[in-house]
């Protein structure tokens, strides 16, 4: 079965400073990757994905994702983190089988302090 | 400008009540979703429909009901049945099923009093 996994509930980081957000999964064949993120009382907004190609995929806001197929990992990352960063970021993957379903993890929150 | 609209974005209940949650999108896409949202729980997906005229269950399809009868639009319906309906719910769509990412809505928040 298709999971998700973001080991951790919160990250803190002070602005300025490099932020990876974590993510692991685990899918039959070749995963579709992606990053979300979502500000308070709002709906997701997609950050970015992986298909094939470039296992460093760039998003937008200066996002970034590597996508490390032997440690089944899909790690957000941004070199200088900015107040406005401050928000849930969800990783997420769709297989190929299972009906093309979009399974999500739970979510990190993201502080980034002044 | 194209997007997914999702109302009312708040609503409250009494038990016992059904309630419809209307999802409407002008992005052309063939598949649209609908998901819950409950605190450190990610999003769980209640139903989906990848052509107009079908829809499958998701993972937590009990309680809830939906239709597909225009390419635009995905009503929700919570029903009675559904015992713990408290939650913020999201509509997404995708071009196709099978490819791309999400778009969402702005979500509707339903509180049962």
């Known amino acids: 079965a298709q999971s998700v996994a973001q080991p951790e509930d919160q990250v803190n980081v002070a602005e300025g400073n490099p932020l990876t957000v974590k993510c692991t999964y685990s899918v039959s064949g070749n995963p579709y990757l992606f990053w979300y993120v979502q500000y308070p009382n709002r709906g997701l907004q997609f950050l970015l994905k992986y298909i094939t190609g470039d296992n460093l995929v760039k998003g937008s806001y200066g996002f970034e994702a590597e996508f490390n197929k032997s440690q089944t990992s899909f790690h957000l990352k941004k070199p200088s983190a900015l107040v406005s960063d401050s928000a849930l970021y969800f990783c997420a993957v769709r297989a190929p089988t299972g009906g093309f379903k979009t399974i999500f993890g739970a979510g990190t929150r993201l502080f980034v302090k002044a | 400008d194209g997007g997914i609209t999702q109302s009312p974005k708040y609503l409250f209940r009494k038990e016992g009540q059904n309630v419809t949650l209307s999802c409407e999108q002008n992005l052309n896409h063939d598949a649209m979703y609908w998901y819950r949202q409950d605190p450190g729980q990610g999003l769980r997906l209640i139903y989906y429909s990848q052509i107009v005229n079908d829809f499958q269950k998701g993972d937590i399809a009990e309680g809830y009901s939906v239709s597909r009868e225009k390419k635009e639009s995905f009503p929700l319906t919570v029903t009675s049945a559904q015992k713990n309906p408290t939650a913020f719910y999201l509509c997404?769509?995708?071009?196709?099923?099978?490819?791309?990412?999400?778009?969402f809505g702005e979500g509707s928040r339903l509180t049962v009093l």
């Open positions: 997404a769509s995708s071009r196709t099923a099978n490819t791309g990412e999400l778009f």
